[in-house]
């Protein structure tokens, strides 16, 4: 069995695999000229890779070994436009189960800074989790004419940084 900084050390692979997925879906999109699709899945590949690096300050302060795992290669082909996002929906469920896991781990081996430092991803997983539901409803309805979730997309666009952000850990180099 792994330890937890070995654990928190495979997340980072698992969070750079999800920014890799996400570059994957976003170019999908933009080669079919959907670009507030595309943006999307631009900015949440972003996102995925400052949380890399959040686990990556984490361990350097911590004072453990950081290892940045290779990642396998996302899937970059799609039989329809809503199967990127039941795909990102499904791995946000992923990755929301695999942090449960390294919480439970902290927990066994009474880690409770390492907990504490998961908490923000538990909040930040239930707010992925909402939003990437919320986008598949959307792009379901609007599967016959994707210019309805553009539409939709554009006017959705975040006016301010989320509640969330505030809170976040460091991010090793600084945030992108
Ligand atoms: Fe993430
Ligand atoms: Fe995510």
């Keep these: ?13 698992y ?8 570059i994957a879906i976003a170019a999908y999109y933009d080669a079919q000229t959907l670009p507030q699709l595309a943006a ?6 972003v996102e995925e890779r400052n949380h890399a690096m959040m686990m990556v300050q984490y361990l350097l302060d911590a004072d453990e070994e950081v290892v940045v795992p290779g990642v396998e290669a996302p899937q970059t082909q799609f039989e329809d436009a809503v199967a990127p996002v039941s795909l990102a929906l499904a791995q946000e469920k992923r990755v ?5 896991e390294l919480v439970k781990l902290a927990r066994e081996e ?14 930040e997983q239930r707010e992925e989790v909402a939003s990437m539901t919320e986008l598949l409803a959307v792009v379901e309805r609007g599967k016959d004419n994707l ?11 975040p006016d301010g940084a989320s509640p969330l952000e505030a809170g976040a850990p460091p991010v090793a180099g600084g945030a992108l």
Excluded: D
């Design 110 to 123: 009474g880690e409770l800074v390492g907990e504490q430092f998961l908490h923000w991803f538990l909040q």
């Design 96 to 100: 929301t189960t695999q942090i449960v």
């Design 15 to 22: 969070e750079f695999a999800a920014s890799q997925q996400y």
């Design 40 to 45: 999307h899945f631009y900015r949440q590949a």
């Design 1 to 13: 069995m792994s330890t937890f900084p070995e654990s928190v050390n495979e997340q980072i692979g």
């Design 147 to 157: 210019l309805h979730v553009e539409e939709h997309l554009g006017r959705a666009a």
